[in-house]
T-cell receptor, first 113, second 110 residues
Framework: DAMVIQNPRYQVTQFGKPVTLSCSQT?????MYWYQQKSSQAPKLLFH???????NEADTPDNFQSRRPNTSFCFLDIRSPGLGDAAMYLC????????????FGPGTRLTVT | SQQGEEDPQALSIQEGENATMNCSYK?????LQWYRQNSGRGLVHLIL?????REKHSGRLRVTLDTSKKSSSLLITASRAADTASYFC??????????FGKGTTLSVSS
């Protein structure tokens, strides 16, 4: 089945230690998104790729970076995780044509110790 | 900034009852979508309604859209314990990005 896969599902990192979360998709969608979701809150868009064009949200901290080496894969790099970065990180994909229905992966739960 | 705002924030009902959630938004839209999120999981797309539609059905789901009031409602009929989840409305923002509301947490007890 076509899907969005996130690895790992659970990640524990130390304060200040760089961490990378990965996302892959078999849907062949050209748009990929990264969201941060804290407990009992709505998903917050960090950035998205339209093909290889990177679109950063204005309030996304510089501590968060992303790479998309090809259509199928997208990575979220957190350069120096702080305690406030502990959250669920959701990857999603969509086509670039309306209605922009998004397909989500299961998420990676990040814990910062 | 958040576009959609759901109401109520939390809803508790018994199995078999209907659950209604409302969403309000601020700017004009092409479409409005509803997503479900089970605890600790990703979001699952439920239903989409276009700006020129007023009502849409999918199984036990019924969505209405009132563009003059910038509001939408999601009705789940004959609810089941498995419907326990958070429900988010989402509207299209700039480009392909969606803007999610804060969500309604639905608890269905048997």
């Amino acid at each position: 089945d076509a899907m969005v896969i996130q690895n790992p599902r659970y990640q524990v990192t130390q304060f200040g230690k760089p961490v990378t979360l990965s996302c892959s998709q078999t849907l062949n969608h050209n748009v990929m998104y990264w969201y941060q979701q804290k407990s009992s809150q709505a998903p917050k868009l960090l950035f998205h790729y339209y093909d290889k064009d990177f679109n950063n949200e204005a309030d996304t901290p510089d501590n968060f970076q992303s790479r998309r080496p090809n259509t199928s894969f997208c990575f979220l790099d957190i350069r120096s995780p702080g305690l406030g970065d502990a959250a669920m990180y959701l990857c999603a994909t969509s086509r670039d044509t309306l209605p922009h229905e998004q397909y989500f992966g299961p998420g990676t739960r990040l814990t910062v110790t | 900034s958040q576009q959609g705002e759901e109401d109520p924030q939390a809803l508790s009902i018994q199995e078999g009852e209907n659950a209604t959630m409302n969403c309000s938004y601020k700017t004009s839209i092409n479409n409005l979508q509803w997503y479900r999120q089970n605890s600790g999981r990703g979001l699952v797309h439920l239903i989409l309604i276009r700006s020129n539609e007023r009502e849409k059905h999918s199984g036990r789901l019924r969505v209405t859209l009132d563009t003059s009031k910038k509001s939408s409602s999601l009705l789940i009929t004959a609810s089941r314990a498995a419907d326990t989840a958070s429900y988010f409305c989402a509207t299209d923002g700039a480009g392909t990005a969606l803007i999610f509301g804060k969500g309604t947490t639905l608890s269905v007890s048997s």
